[in-house]
């Protein structure tokens, strides 16, 4: 079972990934799939896949909510969207990626964050094993308690690989998921306004 963001450190200084038993891990896995670990143009593959899920995973050890904690104090109190916040994340049932755009919307209680600490909300959410669900909700969840925003709309649009590459290979179908919390779920019209300004091309 993943940790929930509130029990992460904030500097990740305690996350350690076991590169070793990666590196074990991989050359099983390319044994198991008849192929030789030990050729020139495998040798070093299980190391390099142990750098590589360091740095996909690397948001397991960061608690997104520090992002939100410098804040503005400002008499604004409209919607404030920032859009096509690119990403890329790691399907926890296949460790396949999904990458896609994150839109997001927030109404401020007097408080606002820097824009781009939404961007940095989403990097550190999508860097560990994930569903796109998961995500959407949590983002959403971050900025109502940690900003006190007075509704949120969360919209994610992505491309799964476990989904394009294998299965029933379907190139070109993404996942459109949605959080509304507050205002933006009590109100049509705000949720509307959100979502017309969110996915407009």
Do not use: W
Not at 7 to 32: H, Q, S, T, Y
């Amino acid at each position: 079972m993943l940790p929930d963001y509130e029990d992460i450190p904030a500097n990740g200084e305690d996350f350690k990934v076991d590169k070793e038993r990666i590196e074990r891990a991989v050359r099983e896995i390319l044994l198991a799939i008849g192929e030789n670990p030990d050729r020139e143009g495998l040798v070093e593959t299980p190391a390099r896949v142990a750098r590589m899920y360091a740095e996909l995973f690397q948001g397991l050890g960061q608690d997104p909510a520090v992002h939100l904690q410098k804040f503005f104090t400002e008499k604004y109190d409209s919607m404030v969207i920032v859009k096509d916040i690119e990403f890329h994340s790691m399907c926890e049932h296949h460790l396949l990626p999904f990458t896609g755009k994150v839109h997001i919307g927030y109404i401020p209680q007097g408080r606002v964050v820097g824009l781009s600490k939404l961007a940095r909300v989403v990097e550190t959410v999508s860097r560990r094993p994930q569903l796109q669900e998961r995500m959407t909700d949590m983002i959403a969840d971050l900025l109502m308690k940690e900003v006190n925003a007075l509704g949120v709309g969360v919209v994610v649009e992505a491309t799964h690989a476990c989904m394009t590459l294998r299965g029933i290979r379907k190139p070109g179908s993404y996942c459109v998921t949605s959080a509304m919390k507050g205002a933006f779920s009590r109100r049509a019209s705000t949720r509307a306004e959100f979502l017309n300004l969110a996915l407009k091309k």
